[in-house]
């Protein structure tokens, strides 16, 4: 119920979105074309300005959507207004640099900045007075099952949504069920978990015989904590799934596409900087400059990953010789002045230069740029099971621990960030922790 009208209404919002912005665009011409003086001989036609359309519409509707400056049942109106501003800003920085790489006429640039302007009036005006008529403009009446104390999150919920929600009654034995549908209900609302359907198949059924729809509503507590639920529907066959890893979003696929483009990348512009590093390590000690290591991947695939050697040969399988000397709590092994590391292999160190033929992996499609650091198998072993879930995303060069103070950071707080990531991620956030990277390796922080 709340989905389809989340649906409608975004179509529709960014309907009038888009007849907003072209508007915002037309005004800006007239001013700038009738009322901003011109240079002479120097007529703006709007013509001239037309094809920018053709950036601005599609770059519009991507940002918009994805800054999700629509109505949500959490968000009220006002809660969309900077979502639109940010839009409206990083579309006029594209604009802006379309207009640079084609070299268009200077005209269009203070033009731009004109029409922006307009179209954050425009945009804010239609979130302030059209959006919420349009979304409360039809009330449903909803029949909430189930006892009190189950149904007064639902009741508060339906309460606040920007949607208008009149809550018929409250209904506790489901044998008057029969009696209250007699009257119209546009949607029965069972406050109870999935797993207690057998309770409720005679209201089910009967909604399903009535053409009604009904839905469990399930407050979120510990065990479902930030958990997506999905419903698939095949032959003979429903699927009811629960998922807490990152839903595979078209930005999502985007995110791997760019991991391995930016990675190529980055192998050539560096081929120097790997040039003299596999150099220095063959002159100051014997032993292959790579070394491969075992490490858990998305959901705890094995794969290998590659640095550069940075201990004497043939040491790292003694690590269980040193382990009492370990600095970091539980089940990761990190120690400061580590005797097996060469001269050369602390310099890499410091500045991080050994992580570089990671970039591999990241070709081959076993890691990412940005996503939680990749564990060995001993340690995955003994983690708690919540833990585990720090699995649930393609592992990355940096991560929020690796620009927070590295080994600095006990192991629980290092969890804590991995899991603060892969529930907040945005493509946004992969850039700022891409540029964070840099002063952290410069600062070596916790690096050793």
Do not use: H
């Not at 078209?250 to 596999?278: G, H, Q, R």
């Not at 410091?350 to 940005?370: A, F, H, T, W, Y």
């Not at 720090?390 to 950071?409: A, D, F, H, Y």
């Amino acid at each position: 119920m709340i989905k389809e009208r989340l649906l409608i209404f975004s179509k529709i919002g960014l309907l009038f979105d888009i007849l907003f912005t072209v508007a915002a665009f037309y005004l800006a011409y007239l001013l700038r074309a009738f009322v901003i003086p011109l240079p002479e001989n120097a007529p703006l036609e709007f013509n001239s300005l037309a094809w920018l359309l053709f950036i601005i519409i599609p770059v519009w509707v991507i940002l918009l959507s994805y800054e999700n400056a629509y109505i949500t049942p959490e968000k009220k109106p006002r809660d969309t207004y900077l979502p639109a501003i940010r839009a409206v800003f990083f579309g006029t920085l594209i604009l802006l640099a379309a207009i640079f790489i084609l070299k268009a006429v200077t005209q269009s640039r203070l033009f731009v900045i004109l029409f922006s302007v307009i179209d954050v009036v425009f945009l804010i005006c239609l979130r302030k007075w059209l959006f919420p008529p349009l979304a409360s403009r039809e009330s449903k009446e909803v029949l909430i099952v189930g006892n009190k104390e189950d149904t007064s999150f639902v009741k508060e919920f339906l309460s606040s949504s920007p949607f208008r929600f009149n809550i018929k009654e409250f209904l506790e034995d489901s044998r008057q069920f029969d009696r209250l549908v007699a009257d119209w209900i546009d949607w029965v609302v069972i406050a109870a978990s999935p797993m207690k359907f057998s309770q409720y198949e005679d209201i089910i059924l009967s909604c399903r015989k009535m053409g009604i729809p009904v839905s469990f509503a399930i407050k979120e507590n510990y065990a479902f904590a930030r958990t997506r639920f999905d419903i698939e529907a095949y032959n003979g066959l429903s699927l009811l799934s629960f998922s807490t890893a990152p839903e595979l979003s078209p930005f999502l696929v985007m995110k791997y596409i760019c991991d391995k483009i930016i990675a190529l990348l980055l192998l050539f512009l560096l081929f120097p900087v790997f040039f003299i590093t596999v150099l220095l390590i063959k002159i100051e000690s014997e032993g292959s400059v790579i070394f491969k290591q075992q490490r858990c991947g998305l959901n705890g695939k094995i794969f290998n990953l590659y640095k550069f050697r940075t201990m004497v040969k043939e040491t790292e399988g003694k690590m269980d010789d040193f382990f009492y000397l370990n600095e970091m709590n539980r089940v990761v092994f990190k120690m400061r002045d580590d005797p097996r590391i060469t001269r050369i292999g602390r310099i890499l160190r410091r500045l991080s230069l050994d992580e570089l033929p990671q970039l591999i992996n990241c070709v081959k499609g076993d890691m990412s740029i940005v996503g939680p650091r990749p564990p060995i198998s001993k340690e995955v072993e003994n983690y708690a099971p919540q833990e585990r879930r720090r699995l649930s995303m393609k592992p990355g060069l940096t991560c929020i621990w690796q620009v927070s103070g590295r080994n600095e950071i006990d192991f629980d707080r290092w969890m804590e960030l991995d899991l603060e990531y892969i529930d907040n991620w945005t493509p946004l956030l992969d850039i700022k922790l891409v540029l964070l990277t840099i002063p952290a390796i410069l600062s070596g922080r916790g690096a050793y």
